[in-house]
């Protein structure tokens, strides 16, 4: 597989399954033998993704890239290894970031169901192609990468007004919303890729979810509370 087409989520999936650290291994820039020049794009992912990590505390060096020709077993060899002394050194991940396992997988969760928004809301910049690795360093700033985390709102469903008209839920492009006819309609925060379609789509005379930044989103009302009681009806 072209090192272009590692995509974020596979990182930190194998992050959150126990690898203690990735290596992406793509030809040498400049050598593809296609037009796309994937090697540029993986290069320029894992320039954000390792300041995604550290910005979790996760040991950004837990990923690395290197460029690797088909005739360079040796090469290849010694990489590997001295990676693996490295991640030895490191310690286990998690514990050699000072993190309690639990602590580690929410991170990296959370991370993970940001990376749909991050591919929509930098596509110009992972698409830039630069002629020295050096040139990707700076590309995305401290301050960027806070905002990726913080200025982007989760949504929140207020049951007290939820009418269970449905819209929300058939526009929702990764099926994130739990509802149906007359029922109290829930976001599953874990799918939720924070798109705000439901935002725009809840009729105004609705007005039933809004944007949270800041604080924890609510827990969800408990199913058995979800059916509407409309005025002259009881919940049977
Ligand atoms: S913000 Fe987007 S992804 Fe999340 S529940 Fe609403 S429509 Fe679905
Ligand atoms: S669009 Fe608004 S009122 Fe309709 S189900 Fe969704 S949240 Fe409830």
Redesign the pocket.
Known sequence: MCSGRVDMAFVLRALEQGADGVVIGGCKLGECHYVTEGNYHALNTAHLLKKLLERAGVNPDRLRVEWISSSEGVRFAQIMNDFAAEIREMGPRGEGDGLEEEELQSRLAEIRNLVPYIKIAKREKLALRFDTEEEYEDLYTTEEVDEIFTGLPSYY?DPEK????????RKCPVDGIV?GKNLI?VIDQETCIKCGT?FE???EK?D??RPIRGEPVPDPIPEEERTLVRAGKSAG
């Open positions: 469903i939820c009418q269970g008209c449905m819209i929300c839920g509802g309609h439901c789509a809840c009729p609705f039933a979810i």
